[in-house]
T-cell receptor
Framework: AQSVTQLGSHVSVSEGALVLLRCNYS??????LFWYVQYPNQGLQLLLK??????LVKGINGFEAEFKKSETSFHLTKPSAHMSDAAEYFC?????????????FGQGTTLQVKP | GAVVSQHPSWVICKSGTSVKIECRSL??????MFWYRQFPKQSLMLMAT?????????EQGVEKDKFLINHASLTLSTLTVTSAHPEDSSFYIC????????????FGSGTRLTVV
């Protein structure tokens, strides 16, 4: 069974500092990987996703993530945090084959950006 | 881009009544729709997966008779919370997956249900 672990339920950074949100997955085969952002009382917005190809994926709002198969990781980074980045971030996996296509989410990480 | 419309965005109902939540894919056909529940400060918990024209597949521990899911067309799925109780109060989010192979997931904006 697939699972996702996000290390750190709460991350606090200063504005302009590097953002690093950690995500590790467990899967017998490399899955599809996603990062979503959620603002209060809203749905989820896709930041980026990895399916195949280049392991460094660039997303919206300056975020990027690198798929590292050897480490079963898909950490999310942004060089310089902005106040508007404060939100809840979810890492998710889905099977790369088969038809179920279920997205399994990590526990989420709250990003706080201090002025 | 792909858009999923979810209505209502919030609803308050009395205990014992039923509430219907709609999820529509506006500009694409959705092979599969997913329904999630989210408690405050927690992650999304998958409740069920629905495919157009067939019965929904419920996750373990989710009462199918309480959370009725109908996926009548490739653009519409509904979740009905029957005989709602205060413990059903939560944030419900739908997601639709495009018909094309490898289609991405698009989420609705969520529905805040409060049962009083």
């Amino acid at each position: 069974a697939q699972s996702v672990t996000q290390l750190g339920s709460h991350v606090s950074v200063s504005e302009g500092a590097l953002v690093l949100l950690r995500c590790n997955y467990s899967s017998s085969v490399p899955p599809y990987l996603f990062w979503y952002v959620q603002y209060p009382n809203q749905g989820l917005q896709l930041l980026l996703k990895y399916t195949t190809g280049a392991t460094l994926v660039k997303g919206i709002n300056g975020f990027e993530a690198e798929f590292k198969k050897s480490e079963t990781s898909f950490h999310l980074t942004k060089p310089s945090a902005h106040m508007s980045d404060a939100a809840e971030y979810f890492c998710a996996v889905s099977p790369s084959s088969g038809n179920t296509g279920k997205l399994i989410f990590g526990q989420g990480t709250t990003l706080q950006v201090k002025p | 881009g792909a858009v999923v419309s979810q209505h209502p965005s919030w609803v308050i109902c009395k205990s014992g009544t039923s509430v219907k939540i709609e999820c529509r894919s506006l500009d694409f056909q959705a092979t599969t729709m997913f329904w999630y529940r989210q408690f405050p400060k927690q992650s999304l918990m998958l409740m069920a997966t629905s495919n157009e024209g067939s019965k929904a597949t419920y996750e373990q521990g989710v009462e199918k008779d309480k959370f009725l899911i109908n996926h009548a067309s490739l653009t519409l799925s509904t979740l009905t919370v029957t005989s709602a109780h205060p413990e059903d109060s939560s944030f419900y989010i739908c997601s639709a997956r495009a018909l094309i192979q490898g289609g991405g997931y698009t989420f609705g904006s969520g529905t805040r249900l409060t049962v009083v």
